[in-house]
């Protein structure tokens, strides 16, 4: 069982970027997924989610309107959109699956969490 991100990278403020999170073991047809990040001297935050349908999503505010999450179930993947990126939005983002059928970006309820990948946004 076992989630993995991808798509990190460099990039320079107003770029943009596209992160993968795929599973393997296990279907995440039935969970509801997450993304996270968590910047150098600071706490993990909760970025977006989306539930087991894709119908509901959820934003943190310091992304709404410039990230966008989606889903592939046929290709057991979720995606973060990431346009307009600043230097606040450097951080390792990780993802998650909880079995709840709700988009939540409270990290208690998730119970998988893949390895991060780096995204830096230079100034």
């Known amino acids: 069982v076992q989630l993995q991100a991808s798509g990190g990278g460099l990039v320079q403020s107003g770029g943009t970027l596209r992160l993968s999170c795929a599973a393997s073991?296990?279907?995440?047809?039935?969970?509801?997924l997450g993304w996270f990040r968590q910047a150098p001297g600071k706490e993990r935050e909760g970025v977006s989610s989306?539930?087991?349908?894709?119908?509901?999503?959820y934003y943190a505010d310091s992304v709404k309107g410039r990230f966008t999450i989606s889903r592939d179930n046929a290709k057991n993947t979720v995606y973060l959109q990431m346009n307009s990126l600043t230097p606040e939005d450097t951080a390792v983002y990780y993802c998650?699956?909880?079995?709840?059928?709700?988009?939540?970006?409270?990290?208690?309820?998730?119970?998988?969490w893949g390895q991060g990948t780096q995204v830096t946004v230079s100034s």
């Open positions: 998650a699956a909880t079995p709840w059928d709700i988009a939540t970006i409270s990290s208690d309820l998730y119970d998988y």
């Open positions: 073991g296990f279907t995440l047809a039935g969970l509801s």
């Open positions: 989306i539930s087991f349908s894709g119908g509901s999503t």
